[in-house]
């Protein structure tokens, strides 16, 4: 009698254990977190400014809005706690409601600088619940500096100037600006970026490049080669703007005006091809036709070489430098990339309607739409009587341009 009793006592505590697996979570079905990579923070806010700032923050979680999951954020320092209304509703009133979609768990919402009491380093703390009751977690992502700040200023520039000229394949200039900001005197220190930007006299912006300086003590120091011109035709009155802009989005420019780029044609040197294609009998060969063009604002592909074409037989064909990437409908036939050499690679077979002589042409292209003086040559066949056993390049996985039939 006495084991039939713990028999049935073991199982029960079986049965009851069992039921307890069941209803309890799993680390990998209840588990709140924040995702630091798409979560946003404003964390540096301006002191007394009518402005509003956004807040996103993402969470990795399997509770969902319509289950009653919910996000709340706050900003507290010494006694003072500031709430953050989050939203996941996909409304945007482009004020304080800016989330984008709905039921995500990527949390939206925004706080007026005018509503914060006071400066310095604010806590930002984040918590998770369940029916606005149940607290499921929290997180403190880092902290808000709320500062009142000021503009930074451009002190002095050198290297570049009013009415400058700068001629086709210019030396490299060496250019400083010297920007001050009052906000790197105490800690936390500001930070800044310089953008240069080139507009032409109609106000269009032609280049845009942004500077940084590692660190806030030193001037912003960059070179400007020849290669600056590539795409930006020769005239005068293109006008440069200098902005520096720091981390709470204040900022300050100059213009420096009247200024004269020089953008002139390329050239072409070194033409190599040779001077006979043999053919063999009832049978194909390839040949490739190089060419290196000299362009003072850079001969590259990605500098200021548009495009450099032969024509044979009235048909173009753009010679690449691009080490035969086979992105294009036809290879190229180029060995290395980016060496200044450009390529265009031929197959001519053995065809009665083949030509025993075909003129060519060559001439490049810039990016501001010069046109270099054009080349020329001819290609003289010769179609052997034997067919030769075999081939002496295999060349069957590439397709090459076959311009003469």
């Known amino acids: 009698m006495k084991l039939k009793y713990l ?29 630091n990579e798409l979560t946003f923070i404003s964390d540096r806010i301006q002191f007394l400014k009518d402005i509003n700032y956004t807040f996103r923050i993402a969470v990795e979680t399997d509770y969902m809005k319509e289950e009653g999951f919910g996000t709340k954020a706050f900003l507290e320092k010494d006694g003072y706690q500031i709430r ?44 998770y619940t369940l029916n606005d009751s149940i607290l499921l977690g929290s997180d403190s992502p880092g902290v808000v500096y709320v500062v009142k700040n000021s503009a930074p200023e451009i002190d002095q520039v050198t290297g570049l100037a009013d009415s400058d000229i ?55 120091i960059f070179n400007l080669d020849s290669t600056y011109a590539a795409g930006i035709p020769t005239l005068r009155n293109y006008r440069f703007n200098i902005e520096t802009t720091d981390m709470y989005g204040e900022s300050s420019s100059i213009d420096l005006s009247n200024i004269t780029i020089r953008n002139f044609a390329p050239s072409l040197n070194g033409l190599q091809y040779p001077d006979t294609v043999f053919i063999p009998a009832q049978d194909s060969v390839y040949f490739s036709v190089t060419v290196k063009p000299n362009d003072p604002q ?26 035969n990437e086979n992105i294009y409908t036809f290879n190229s036939g180029d060995l290395l990339k980016n060496d200044g050499i450009y390529t265009a690679k031929f197959k001519v077979v053995d065809n009665e309607n083949l030509d ?31 067919k030769r056993t075999k081939r002496s390049t295999n060349e069957s996985s590439f397709i090459y341009i076959n311009p003469f039939n």
């Open 298 to 323: 850079g001969h590259l592909e990605y500098q200021d070489i548009k495009n450099v074409i032969i024509t044979v037989n009235s048909f173009p064909v753009n010679m690449r430098d691009d080490g």
């Open 84 to 127: 953050i209304d989050l939203y996941d509703d996909g409304i945007s009133d482009g004020i304080l409601r800016c989330d984008l979609a709905a039921s995500n768990n990527i949390w939206s919402g925004g706080i007026n600088a005018a509503d914060i009491p006071e400066e310095g380093v604010w806590v930002l703390d984040i918590e």
């Open 356 to 386: 025993p002589a075909y003129q060519f042409s060559i001439q490049a292209e810039d990016k501001a739409g010069n046109l270099s003086p054009v080349i020329a040559g001819e290609f003289i066949f010769y179609i052997e009587t034997s």
């Open 166 to 220: 700068f001629d086709s394949g210019f030396e490299t200039r060496t250019v400083t600006v010297a920007v001050s900001d009052s906000n790197n005197t105490v800690e936390p220190y500001d930070k800044q970026d310089l953008k240069l930007r080139l507009y032409n006299i109609s106000g269009t912006l032609l280049k845009e490049n942004t500077y940084q300086r590692s660190n806030a003590g030193l001037d912003f």
């Open 7 to 35: 028999l049935t006592a073991f199982a029960a505590l079986v049965f009851f254990s069992s039921c307890e697996e069941e209803v309890s979570y799993t680390e990998e079905s209840d588990y709140v977190r924040l995702d």
